[in-house]
């Protein structure tokens, strides 16, 4: 199934082995890939950890075994395409879409701690547009932010490292000025998923990749994008727009299976421009182990999950029903809206997928970890500032966004902590680039548990404190509210951090 080509795609790249580099092979994904394509879905070869594929909604091809080396350094590069393309999302209708590679989502990136990755960007669209990687923590150049749009035509070399400790689950989609809810929309965002060598759960688990998104169509099939100023338009801004059509990693619906007793790890990314996910799967108790930048301490249950925009959940779905029996990932009702501009229909839960039993007689259960990682707390007796942050419609302490303004400035190393409160009726997500944070507290109450975070959804008129220490890049990096919608007409921000002054 797997040519020996598209796994040396990823290259061992450890320096006693390296070629001198004009003759070092480039391999682009785009080219030597030869992805096995399920509808929408790609399943990329994982040569480090065989038996795990990163977007898994349908029968898995064999995957060969490769030895990992011992000391694992590679260079993953790639090619990502944006373009144009028209692409069956419903069944029966075709759409004009942007598509990354031609596919919508993008190609999953299947990284590991430690991988120096290259990603050759091309823009072929009619619009300037970047790349930004949510929540790694790479080089001011390399986030793909709007202060480094590429032009139509354009192209931009994204060059970053994935530093150790960072395995999560994160995504990818356009930033540009202005126009990134109406390019996610037409179909631009993909998933990253990063795996630790030191992965404490069972390499045997199957694992499944969630990408949430949802959209919205004209009845000739072409998406239902509004003109600004009409009222549909001028509801998209106020809401953020959503869509009535739901997509778990670009189908409609789809069905998992799972064997009663069975086990498995999915990785669910919030890749909406608006729409919250309060997940439930009724008859079963959901096991969190990981968040926006990893993995938790120790598992927790749930009995649902709020999932905010642009948020990752790792989840254990434990296979406690019987076989030949099914059970349905729902999206249930969550009131972020204003009363003014609530949909209508904003109660009826949404069926996002199928868990369908196979009639297999029931397995053994796994042991699993009590223990997942040390989350170390940030050290809140460094802290040298706080930053306050009130968000109002559109808008950041009282300001629209200026590209040419610094808003809050510190120095690389710093420890602080970000009180963003809420003063409106509508739910703010609020992500940082360039830095995880962890949660303090959200109006008052304290984290129950610590985790790594690049968005925390703000509720309406409720404050969330979380601390961050400024130990990645210095350069400008945006926060903003991650309502694309929001984002786009300026509820942004830029954090400067400058070098720290040598001694
Ligand atoms: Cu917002």
């Known amino acids: 199934m797997w040519s020996s080509d598209a796994l040396r795609r990823i290259r061992d790249d450890r320096p006693e082995r390296r070629a001198p580099r004009g003759r070092r092979r480039l391999a682009s994904l785009a080219l030597l890939a030869s992805p096995v394509s399920i509808g929408a879905l790609t399943l990329w070869a994982n040569a480090g950890t065989p038996g795990l594929a990163a977007a898994d909604l349908a029968p898995r091809p064999a995957v060969p075994t490769l030895a990992p080396p011992a000391t694992p350094r590679r260079t993953v590069e790639l090619t990502l395409t944006a373009a144009p393309a028209r692409l069956s999302l419903q069944p029966g209708a075709a759409t004009d879409v942007f598509a990354y590679n031609g596919q919508v989502p993008g190609p999953t990136l299947d990284l590991r701690e430690g991988d120096s990755v290259i990603v050759h960007f091309r823009n072929r669209l009619p619009e300037p547009s970047t790349i930004h990687w949510h929540g790694i923590v790479l080089p001011f150049i390399a986030d793909g932010s709007p202060f480094h749009p590429v032009p139509p035509g354009g192209q931009h070399d994204y060059v970053f490292t994935i530093r150790r400790g960072t395995a999560g689950t994160y995504w990818y989609h356009p930033h540009p000025d202005h126009r990134t809810s109406y390019q996610v929309s037409k179909g631009l965002y ?29 009845a000739d099939g072409s998406l239902d994008l509004p003109d600004p100023h009409s009222p549909g338009g001028r509801l998209d801004a106020e809401n953020g727009r959503e869509g009535d059509v739901l997509f778990v990693s670009g189908a409609i619906r789809p069905t998992l299976t799972i064997r009663s007793g069975e ?25 969190q182990i990981g968040s926006d930048g990893g993995l938790f301490e120790r598992p927790v249950e749930r009995e649902e999950i709020v999932l905010g925009v642009g948020e990752r959940a790792e989840l254990l779905v434990r296979g406690t029903g019987a076989p030949n029996t099914r059970a349905v990932l729902r999206a249930l009702p969550y009131d972020r809206y204003i009363p003014q501009t609530r949909p209508v ?44 942050m009130v968000l109002t419609q559109h808008l950041i302490n009282g300001k629209g966004m200026d590209m040419g303004r610094v808003d809050v400035s510190t120095t690389l190393g710093a420890t602080e902590i970000w009180e963003v409160e809420n003063l409106v009726g509508m739910d703010h997500p609020f992500h940082l680039h360039g830095f995880q944070f962890q949660v303090l507290d959200r109006n008052g109450v304290p ?57």
């Open 263 to 287: 086990v498995q790890r999915w990785r669910v990314i919030n890749a909406s421009a608006a729409r919250v996910y309060r997940l439930a799967l009724p008859g079963h108790v959901l096991l």
């Open 190 to 218: 993909g998933a990253i998923v990063v795996r630790a060598a030191d992965d404490p759960l069972p390499r045997s688990l199957p694992e499944k990749l969630l990408v949430l998104s949802d959209n919205r169509f004209l």
């Open 345 to 388: 229909d904003w109660a009826e839960p949404r069926d996002l997928l199928t868990l369908q039993y196979t009639t297999e007689a029931p397995t053994t259960p796994v042991a699993l970890p009590a223990v997942l990682r040390r989350v170390p707390a940030l050290d809140t007796t460094l802290v040298t500032a706080t930053r306050v």
């Open 447 to 503: 984290e129950p548990y610590r985790a790594w975070k690049d968005v925390v959804n703000v509720p309406r008129h409720e404050t969330a404190r979380f601390i961050v220490r400024y130990d990645g890049y210095p350069g400008k990096w945006m926060y903003h509210c991650h309502i694309l919608d929001h984002e786009d007409h300026g509820m942004m921000g830029v954090l400067e951090v400058k070098p720290s002054v040598e001694h």
